[in-house]
T-cell receptor, first 115, second 112 residues
Framework: AQKITQTQPGMFVQEKEAVTLDCTYD???????LFWYKQPSSGEMIFLIY??????QNATEGRYSLNFQKARKSANLVISASQLGDSAMYFC????????????FGKGTTLSVSS | EAQVTQNPRYLITVTGKKLTVTCSQN?????MSWYRQDPGLGLRQIYY???????DKGDVPEGYKVSRKEKRNFPLILESPSPNQTSLYFC???????????FGQGTRLTVV
């Protein structure tokens, strides 16, 4: 079974609109971290936001917030007020356990922002 | 500036010709990893290292070697590259635990 599932291969949004990118995860480890990365067309991987399994509040970083629903095992990324520069591939990833060594990635969602 | 540096950024090579992709980090991180990214598959871990002289296989280690002789460097070696190793490769480092990984700029490798 896939440990990280991103069900939206592509998403389209207009500038200034909010968009939610879905991510569900599967783990039996009580300690885990969830990460979102952005990959623009230039190829680099840019860290956006992190949520720990024990964090009580949803993480926020500027226009990015993570809608963490632990019981549903979902960690959706919300981008408020989309900008043209948000057009990119977005990856959800998980690291399991405090000594985890691997980031397990989903297959990604391509976001296209139009004017 | 905290960074992970990979070289080269782009490489075209022929089947069977040994190559090394270098990776260096300046954050004194203990953990380093190599990933490959293929369309529709996301990123998959090739090898990782928890410290100097400590390395282990990830999900797709076949055809690759690594070494960790110094904390800052973690080269990826393809002894006999094949066309199915054509991919985008990333080196990453982290201080461990549930902290974010810092990625290099990526190396786009084509094996013909």
């Amino acid at each position: 079974a896939q440990k990280i599932t991103q069900t939206q291969p592509g998403m389209f949004v207009q500038e200034k609109e909010a968009v939610t990118l879905d991510c569900t995860y599967d783990t039996s480890d009580p300690s885990y971290g969830l990460f979102w990365y952005k990959q623009p067309s230039s190829g680099e991987m840019i860290f956006l936001i992190y949520q720990g399994s024990y964090d009580q509040q949803n993480a926020t970083e500027g226009r990015y917030s993570l809608n963490f629903q632990k019981a549903r095992k979902s960690a959706n990324l919300v981008i408020s007020a989309s900008q043209l520069g948000d057009s990119a591939m977005y990856f959800c990833a998980m690291r399991e356990g405090l000594a985890g060594t691997a980031l397990i990635f989903g297959k990604g969602t391509t976001l296209s922002v139009s004017s | 500036e905290a960074q992970v540096t990979q070289n080269p950024r782009y490489l075209i090579t022929v089947t069977g010709k040994k190559l090394t992709v270098t990776c260096s980090q300046n954050m004194n991180h203990e953990y380093m990893s190599w990933y490959r990214q293929d369309p529709g598959l996301g990123l998959r871990q090739i090898y990782y290292s928890m410290n100097v002289e400590v390395t282990d296989k990830g999900d797709v280690p076949e055809g690759y070697k690594v070494s960790r002789k110094e904390k800052r460097n973690f080269p990826l070696i393809l002894e006999s590259p094949s066309p199915n190793q054509t991919s985008l490769y990333f080196c990453a480092s982290t201080r461990g635990g549930l902290t974010e990984a810092f990625f290099g700029q990526g190396t786009r490798l084509t094996v013909v």
